[in-house]
Nanobody, 123 residues
Framework: QVQLVESGGGLVQAGGSLRLSCAAS?????MAWFRQVPGKEREIVAA????????YSADSVKGRFTISRDYAKNTVYLQMNSLKPEDTAVYYC???????????????????WGQGTQVTVSS
């Protein structure tokens, strides 16, 4: 069982920055960030694997958000710059032990989830 503890959400003005952190209780293969707003499905923001450094970012955040991992600390980060009001959501950290890349962007690929952290961007 892997436990994920998130931190770093909050309220920020448009154009500002936030960094989310997610610490895992043990090593994982893939880690990702998803986000969800009320009434909509959870969507992938970014993902990164351990072997080969396969990285994915959604088109809506490319050039603004960066996912990174500290493998020694079993931690994944999401650096969010140039935030927009439409980035407002609950952000969830996710982790998978599966040593494959296929399906990396799918909710069902991940076995473990954090509690979620609210990010609110004011205009």
């Amino acid at each position: 069982q892997v436990q994920l503890v998130e931190s770093g959400g909050g309220l920020v003005q448009a154009g500002g920055s936030l960094r989310l952190s997610c610490a895992a209780s043990s090593g994982t293969y893939a880690m990702a960030w998803f986000r969800q707003v009320p009434g909509k499905e959870r969507e992938i923001v970014a993902a990164r694997t351990s072997s080969g450094g396969n990285t994915y970012s959604a088109d809506s955040v490319k050039g603004r958000f960066t996912i990174s991992r500290d493998y020694a600390k079993n931690t994944v980060y999401l650096q969010m710059n140039s935030l927009k009001p439409e980035d407002t959501a609950v952000y969830y950290c996710a982790a998978s032990l599966r040593n494959i890349d296929y399906g990396l962007t799918n909710v069902g690929f991940y076995d473990y989830w954090g509690q979620g952290t609210q990010v609110t961007v004011s205009s």
